[in-house]
């Protein structure tokens, strides 16, 4: 629903693609920037988020990785759902899944966002 409230604000076609399950292990670029992450904050005491934010953002490499973050303070609903009628409605006008891996690949066209209120089931 929030990536269909984008494309409706943003007036953008997003195509989403995800790894099946159990595969993002072999996804070589998160290989490499968690690999060195982690060898970043070896025996540092993890305390609080502005030590990690800081251990995270100062991984570099001799080849060329840089790293950006910062910390995200919105606080996010949890438990949110979405109606089998909205979500019906939803896909009938605005997601096409992939002709690849179409329970994982789909893609969000442009068009009005259902409502928080719809939202609820």
Not at 51 to 69: D, F, H, K, R
Not at 98 to 121: H, L, M, V
Request: hydrophobic share 30%; aromatic share 10%; glycine share 4%.
């Amino acid at each position: 629903m929030e990536l269909q409230r984008f494309a409706a604000e943003s007036g953008l076609t997003v195509t989403v693609n995800h790894f099946p399950p159990r595969t993002s292990k072999w996804n070589k670029i998160e290989h490499r920037l968690f690999s060195e992450i982690t060898k970043n904050w070896r025996n540092q005491s993890l305390v609080n988020h502005d030590t990690i934010v800081n251990l995270i953002a100062s991984t570099t490499t001799s080849t060329g990785l840089e790293v950006n973050c910062q910390l995200d303070g919105n606080t996010y609903p949890t438990g949110s759902t979405i109606s089998k009628n909205t979500m019906k409605i939803f896909g009938e006008q605005h997601l096409r899944t992939c002709k690849y891996r179409a329970a994982w690949n789909y893609t969000i066209y442009p068009g009005d966002a259902p409502s928080q209120a719809e939202a609820q089931p």
